[in-house]
DNA sequence: GCGATCGATAACTCATTGGCTATTGATGAA
DNA sequence: TTCATCAATAGCCAATGAGTTATCGATCGC
């Protein structure tokens, strides 16, 4: 399978998707007409943006009645914290190794 | 000023790019022949890649002779992290008003 | 000085994708 | 039952952008 992050770049890269997946962090709950007031593009836009964010996980939907409710996943960021974390990382361990050779270097 | 998060995420969506990116974070400075060795695309595509880091603030370069030598700007990446914590921080918001809101109805 | 290498730019192609309108299936209200 | 609303799908279009080859200025080694 693909790196988990990879999806999370690809889907969050776009601003429209993006803000819809933020409205859903700060408001919670959410049914796509509520969601289409906002977002400044089409019904069917949302919707397939909505379809994509439900790909990568970022959100679930729960249907009621003729009403679809989305909600945000946030354990699905998780890979991108990891991602962030490693890469900053990396500069640690490379300091440490540094570190190693001058104290090597001391003795 | 446009979101410091947005060229974040644009930038990083490419899986090329984000590679070149995730090497200079590995093993500190390369030379653009370096990363067009394991880059798997042709020169003038790491050339424009490295352009784009760069424009994002995610790299830097060094001018030394005829060669130029890039190296990842990890400071660069707090936007991404803090945008990350406003996300989860926006649900911890929402659960304290909850929980405001039932001890208010408890007494 | 001369040929070779480094890295950026130009000009182009092609696939991807975000947007639209139209439509349809499903549910709710009258 | 009938009409309206919700949300997803289909089909299309235009813009974006990642890749290519060709080239060019600059620097190094001989």
């Not at 943006?49 to 729960?62: F, I, P």
């Not at 996943?73 to 990382?89: F, H, R």
């Not at 361990?93 to 570190?99: I, K, M, Q």
Request: aromatic share 6%; proline share 5%; net charge neutral.
């Amino acid at each position: 399978m693909p790196q988990p992050h990879e999806i999370l770049f690809r889907t969050l890269a776009d601003p429209t998707r993006r803000a819809i997946f933020e409205r859903l962090c700060r408001d919670g709950d959410q049914t796509v007409v509520a969601l289409t007031a906002r977002a400044g593009v089409s019904q069917p836009a949302v919707s397939k943006h909505l379809g994509v964010l439900k790909q990568a996980g970022l959100v679930r939907d729960r249907h009621e009645g003729r009403n679809t409710h989305y909600s945000a996943e946030l354990g699905a960021l998780a890979p991108l914290i990891d991602w962030t974390n490693q890469m900053t990382g990396f500069w640690k361990s490379r300091f440490d190794d540094l570190e190693d050779l001058l104290k090597r270097m001391d003795q």
